[in-house]
């Protein structure tokens, strides 16, 4: 009787022990905290999260107009598929579903097509989704989910139009070889309207940048929206079904949704209807100078890009003052449809100290970018002016 | 703070007595209104031996818990969370469900700062999952029960079929025939590999072994 009480008594003490070793050491830990982590991008790419791999480009890699293939941003939402599921001797793309004579192409029928270079901004949906007030569940991306690289491949009207399209379809399902580790989470299964599918800018991309398409970016094949967000963009693709409706399930019907018009944060659900995520909204990025970079007296070269989904850059401009007056920048190098467009500033810093940079662009269409984004329960499409802060050298 | 020694113990022990104690309250009042910082503490050091252990055994089948930590959401959306998880399958019983919500909803709420350290490992040994009953005889594995336990807790990384994936292959693997290593990688953890000694029984290890034995 003693002997078991001493016994738990003393189980309990360890128990106790190890929660208070446990707190004190939380606590140490805390401190260190503080100080912002993550300012130091040395590394090619900051990893939001190791498994499935999420990365983002450092926004300092996007001073090049295109992005490298080891730097450019990574998600998915179950990683790359077994290898045997793609190896080029077993991996096949079929077409099926409203259409007249059924596909399957290896990748060298593939490569009988015309053969498409696109240069094209892939941007995730919920590219700075960190930035959203009140916070929103998922990956906290901030600046880098975004990448600008030329894109090779196939259009895949060309595949539709040997296929034969029924007069009925009116969407065109898209399902990559990746799958869920426990196999009752949903596929990534994801649809677009026939209209984007026939769009003769929309491919089916087997390089990148010039090189064979790599596994995290969807090799052998991924499809490319230009002007969309990367949600329609799939990778691993090995399956296109022509459907008079959208694709079911989670990742089409619930996810990747935004209502139509804003609401207020956390009101619930929304009593507006949920519309799928399609174009990108006008966005610009300061590449350069980074954040708490020390800058010179003399005058400083600020630059960056911005794009938008479907309309042309027309103009970019700085803010030194928080926002009350605005000082345009130069619209430099290439200028095609869908990439992004760089721009540059000569500024010319007033004091020495702290000083803040924003900036923001506006499209053809005439979009401006707003300071923040409207308030979404998924955090997608935020597009408010870029800000960064340097200090100034005395 | 240091270890507790075996001569103070008694007097320390009525002190963290006491903190238990009040910990205890606070879990049982993190449901209703908003706690404060020190409340917040104590149950995230109560509730964080369990919680951090569930969440590496069942949310990481699937991802690594850095997704979690980098979020700051409010009790109702981790609920919401946690129980979309539970429907996709992970493995979490009503009752973790509620463990977790309150631990993440006092660990990761939205009035934390975005910098927080990745959930500790040291805080990670303390409470099995499940209890060892007493040791009666050597344990026999059941590969048929090993198939499953394997599929929820070990095939994200060593892949289908134990064929190999971020971590290495299991099937035919020489491990297999050296059953004190092939016990202490499972129970200890090996390179970057974690512990899961406080996830799964000794009868679970058992049952794997015996499963990939007949891979």
């Not at chain 1, 099926?96 to 009988?112: A, M, N, R, V, Y």
């Not at chain 1, 970016?217 to 963009?233: E, F, K």
């Not at chain 2, 040994?125 to 040791?135: F, R, V």
Request: glycine share 10%.
């Amino acid at each position: 009787m003693s002997d078991s009480g001493a016994l738990s008594r003393r189980t309990c003490f360890q128990r106790i022990a190890f929660l208070l070793g446990g707190l004190a050491l939380w606590r140490r830990v805390q401190p260190a905290q503080a100080e912002p982590a993550g300012v130091v991008e040395t590394g090619p790419q900051t990893v939001r999260v190791m498994r499935p791999y999420d990365a983002e480009t450092p926004v300092r890699e996007f001073a090049s107009y295109l992005t490298p293939n080891h730097r450019f941003f990574v998600r998915s939402h179950f990683g790359p598929p077994e290898a045997a599921l793609i190896a080029e001797a077993d991996w096949r793309l079929r077409v099926g579903g409203l259409i007249e004579h059924p596909l399957e192409l290896t990748l060298k029928d593939l490569k009988q097509f015309e053969r498409i270079t696109i240069t094209a901004v892939v941007q995730c949906s919920g590219n700075g989704r960190a930035f959203h007030r009140p916070k929103v569940p998922g990956v906290q991306w901030e600046r880098g989910a975004v990448g600008n690289a030329q894109w090779t491949g196939v259009r895949l009207r060309d595949l539709l139009a040997k296929a034969g399209v029924r007069p009925a379809a009116k969407h065109v399902q898209l399902q990559g070889a990746d799958r869920p580790v426990v196999a009752s989470v949903p596929l990534f299964t994801r649809s677009i309207p026939l209209e984007k599918a026939v769009h003769p800018d929309t491919i089916l991309a087997y390089e990148m940048n010039g090189r064979p398409l790599p596994l995290l970016h969807g090799a052998p094949l991924r499809v490319i929206t230009p002007g969309w967000m990367a949600d329609s963009c799939i990778k691993w693709l090995t399956e296109i079904t022509v459907q008079a409706d959208e694709a079911k399930g989670y990742y089409m019907q619930t996810a990747y949704r935004v209502p139509v018009t804003a609401i207020q944060p956390n009101s619930g659900l929304p009593g507006t209807s949920m519309v799928p995520v399609e174009a990108m909204v006008v966005k610009s990025l300061i590449a350069s100078p980074g954040n708490g970079d020390e800058v010179g007296r003399g005058p400083v070269t600020v630059q960056g890009v911005a794009w938008s989904g479907e309309s042309a850059i027309t103009t970019v401009e700085l803010s030194f003052d928080e926002g009350r007056t605005w000082e345009q920048a130069r619209l430099v190098g290439e200028d095609e449809p869908y990439a992004w467009r760089q721009w540059q500033f000569l500024w010319k810093p007033k004091a020495a100290g702290s000083a803040s940079i924003l900036c923001r662009a506006t499209d053809s269409a005439g979009q401006v970018q707003p300071q923040t984004t409207a308030w979404n329960p998924s955090g997608f499409l935020w597009n408010g002016w870029d800000r960064v802060t340097v200090t100034v050298q005395a | 703070m240091e270890r507790v020694g075996p001569r103070d113990r008694d007097g320390a022990g009525m002190m963290m007595l006491s903190r238990i104690l009040i910990g205890a309250f606070v879990v049982g009042m993190a449901g209703g209104a908003a706690m404060t910082g020190a409340q917040e503490e104590d149950v995230v050091a109560t509730l964080a031996p369990r919680a951090e252990t569930l969440i590496l055994a069942r949310c990481s089948v699937c991802h690594t818990p850095d997704l979690v930590a980098q979020q700051r959401l409010p009790k109702d959306r981790w609920e919401a969370t946690v129980q979309k998880m539970r429907h996709w399958g992970a493995e979490i019983t009503e009752e973790e469900a509620g463990l977790l919500v309150r631990f993440l909803s006092a660990r990761y709420h939205p009035g934390v700062p975005d910098q927080l350290p990745p959930l500790d490992s040291e805080l990670r040994k303390a409470e099995p999952l499940t209890q060892e009953p007493a040791a009666e005889g050597p344990l026999v594995g059941v590969a048929v029960r090993g198939a499953g336990i394997f599929e929820h807790n070990c095939q994200a990384c060593h892949g289908t079929g134990a064929t190999g994936g971020f971590g290495p292959k299991l099937a035919k693997n020489p491990i297999l025939k050296h059953e004190d290593l092939f016990w202490e990688t499972v129970l200890h953890g090996r390179g970057p590999m974690p512990a899961w000694g406080a996830a799964l029984s000794h009868q679970d290890i058992a049952d794997i072994h015996a499963w990939l034995l007949t891979k």
